[in-house]
């Protein structure tokens, strides 16, 4: 009762206790408004990313032009965020596993990309002939191109033709051609949605199909944010003090407090 009445006698002491108690119920009151934020925050990132696997679902391939006058083949990109179970995405990123060796939580993968190409191609050939023997001989066919950007084909081949008392006889025949072919692809936000850019500047490349999975981890992302809380704290210090019986002394302190740490909220 002794120290009730000390406390209620000391006016400066109960308006700091009411101090503190309007100041936690203040920051208590804005950490419940940036909560709900936070929590509607990532309802919307949730929605967002469903529609937008939904319309990549149903979106296909646009064919765009660059300067040169080359097709470009555009097409929505999914997005799969690891830390959820979708069972239709999850099957799509197996075949990707399997064939590229890829770890099973895919933690270290930023994103995925399969190409189905098909190559319309035509050519004229040089000819050479040779006469190997009387009877005998050698045609070689040969053609080289230069499509430019890595883009290039080289065809050699050969084949024998032999006079025979029953007419000609073809024989040996032999083809060889090799090609390389360079893509560039980028992923551009187009409209506020991710979407896959291909071209190529290969003549007669047909992109039938384009797929490109975005990994997104919002659960990792969420765990770094700042959380509210409660924390007991101790201190040790040297200063000024002031003792019960208000007088001013110098010396060591060491104190032990109950804090409250609020989340940082914008308004």
Same mark, same amino acid.
């Given at each position: ?5 000390? &406390? #209620? ?6 308006? %700091?206790?009411? *101090? ?5 119920? %203040? ?7 940036? #909560? ?38 555009? &097409? ?6 690891? =830390? ?22 895919? =933690? ?8 189905? +190409? ?8 040089? !000819? ?10 050698? !045609? ?14 080289? +065809? ?14 073809? *024989? ?71 003792? #019960? ?8 302190? !060491? ?5 409250? =740490?609020?989340? %940082?909220?914008?308004?």
């Amino acid at each position: 009762m002794g120290l009730i009445k000390k &406390i #209620s006698d000391n006016k400066n002491l109960i308006i %700091f206790i009411l *101090g503190i108690v309007v100041t936690l119920l %203040f920051l208590k009151q804005c950490n419940s408004i940036s #909560s709900l934020k936070q929590d509607i925050k990532h309802a919307k990132e949730d929605a967002d990313i469903n529609l937008n696997n939904l319309k990549a679902s149903i979106d296909t391939i646009t064919i765009l032009k660059n300067v040169n006058g080359d097709n470009i083949s555009q &097409i929505r990109s999914y997005q799969l965020d690891l =830390s959820k179970k979708d069972q239709e995405l999850n099957l799509m990123v197996n075949k990707y596993k399997r064939a590229l060796k890829l770890s099973e939580d895919l =933690s270290k993968v930023n994103s995925l990309l399969s190409v189905d +190409l098909g190559i319309k191609d035509s050519l004229i050939a040089n !000819l050479k002939t040779s006469e190997l023997d009387s009877i005998t001989t050698k !045609l070689e066919f040969d053609s080289f191109d230069d499509f430019g950007n890595g883009n290039s084909r080289n +065809l050699f081949g050969s084949m024998l033709i032999t006079k025979t008392p029953f007419g000609l006889k073809y *024989g040996n025949p032999s083809f060889n051609i090799s090609q390389t072919i360079n893509l560039m692809a980028a992923i551009e936000n187009v409209d506020g949605a991710d979407r896959l850019k291909l071209t190529t500047t290969y003549p007669g490349v047909v992109i039938k199909n384009i797929e490109n999975i975005n990994l997104i981890n919002t659960r990792l992302n969420r765990v770094n944010e700042k959380k509210a809380g409660w924390s007991v704290g101790v201190g040790i210090g040297y200063g000024m003090n002031l003792n #019960s019986n208000q007088a001013i002394s110098f010396g060591p302190t !060491l104190g032990i407090g109950l804090f409250y =740490s609020p989340k %940082f909220l914008r308004f």
